[in-house]
C-alpha cells in the first residue's frame, strides 16, 4: 500500500505475503490515519483469500457510521467463519471516554474472547452500557448521524482546499471516511517527528508524526479535522504552511 496507489490493498502483494505460519490478518476499514475504504471486491478477495488459507480476519470497523463517499462493507458477510468484527461506541454516538464497545464472529471464537476481554476489563462502565442501550433504541440516532457526517464532511473540505491552497506540494489522498488526512511533506521536510514537535512548540498547531504509523513515511504527518472549526482548521494548516517553508531544508 502506498499513497501512489491511494493506499488500496494491493491482493496479489498480499498473496504473496500471507505463509502457512499466517494466523490472523487486521483489516481496518476506513482506516487511520488515511480515511480509505475497502471496497467490495477487495473484501470479497481477502475473504476468499482467508478461507483458502485458513487464517482470521479481524476488521476493525472503528469508524463505520463515518463515510462520506461510498460505502462501509462487512467483511464478516463474505467469511463468517474467519472473521472477528471489532467495534466501538467511541465514534458513534461519541463517548470515546466510556471506552464500551462489541464484537461479533463465529460463535466458537466469541466465547473466548469473553474470557480474555473479563480478565482485561472486568465489567464497562454501567452508565456507557445504559446510555448506548437507549441511543441505539432511539429515533434521533440516524438524524444525529447525519448531522455529524454532513458537519465532518465540511470540515473535511475545508482542510482539503486549505492544504491545497497553502501546501500545493504536499501529497495526500482525499479521505472518504474516519477522521484524519494523513499528508506527505517529503517536499518540504524529512524529519516528521521533529517538525511535529517544533510546530507545537513554536506554532501551536498538533499533528501526529508519519513515523507512528509508518517507517516509510518518514516525512508525513496527520491531522485531524473534526474537533476544530473551519476557521481554525484553516488556520492551523496555515500555521502549517508556515513552519514547512520556515525549516524547508532545515530538518
Not at 490472523?24 to 475497502?38: E, F, H, K, Q, R
Not at 479535522?225 to 517553508?245: L, Q, Y
Not at 520556515?246 to 530538518?251: A, N, Q, S, V
Request: hydrophobic fraction near 40%.
Amino acid at each position: 500500500m502506498s499513497i501512489d496507489d491511494e493506499f488500496k490493498i494491493d491482493i496479489e502483494k498480499l498473496k504473496e505475503l500471507v505463509t502457512n505460519k499466517t494466523k490472523a490478518l487486521v483489516i481496518v476499514s476506513p482506516d487511520n490515519p488515511t480515511g480509505n475504504i475497502i471496497d467490495k471486491n477487495t473484501a470479497k478477495a481477502i475473504a476468499d483469500l482467508a478461507m483458502d488459507r485458513d487464517f482470521w480476519i479481524v476488521s476493525d470497523e472503528a469508524y463505520r457510521t463515518l463515510i462520506y463517499e461510498g460505502e462501509h462493507v462487512y467483511m464478516y458477510k463474505y467469511a463468517p467463519d474467519h472473521v472477528i468484527s471489532i467495534n466501538t461506541f467511541s465514534k458513534d454516538p461519541g463517548i470515546p471516554g466510556w471506552r464500551l464497545g462489541f464484537i461479533y464472529g463465529p460463535s466458537d471464537a466469541i466465547p473466548k474472547l469473553k474470557l480474555a476481554a473479563e480478565e482485561m476489563t472486568y465489567c464497562p462502565p454501567v452508565i456507557a452500557q445504559k446510555f448506548v442501550a437507549a441511543y441505539l433504541r432511539s429515533e434521533a440516532r440516524m438524524k444525529h448521524l447525519k448531522y455529524i457526517i454532513e458537519e465532518y464532511r465540511s470540515r473535511r473540505d475545508a482542510a482539503v482546499g486549505a492544504l491545497r491552497e497553502y501546501l500545493p506540494e504536499s501529497r495526500f489522498i482525499v479521505p472518504k471516511g474516519s477522521m484524519f488526512i494523513f499528508v506527505d511533506l517529503s517536499r518540504y521536510i524529512r524529519d516528521s517527528e521533529k517538525f511535529a514537535e517544533l510546530l507545537l512548540e513554536k506554532y501551536g498547531v498538533t499533528v501526529i508524526p508519519g513515523t507512528y504509523f509508518s517507517d516509510i513515511y518518514r516525512s508525513a504527518i496527520r491531522i485531524s479535522f473534526v474537533v476544530e472549526s473551519i476557521e481554525r482548521i484553516r488556520m492551523g494548516i496555515e500555521r502549517i504552511s508556515k513552519a514547512a517553508n520556515e525549516l524547508r531544508g532545515l530538518l
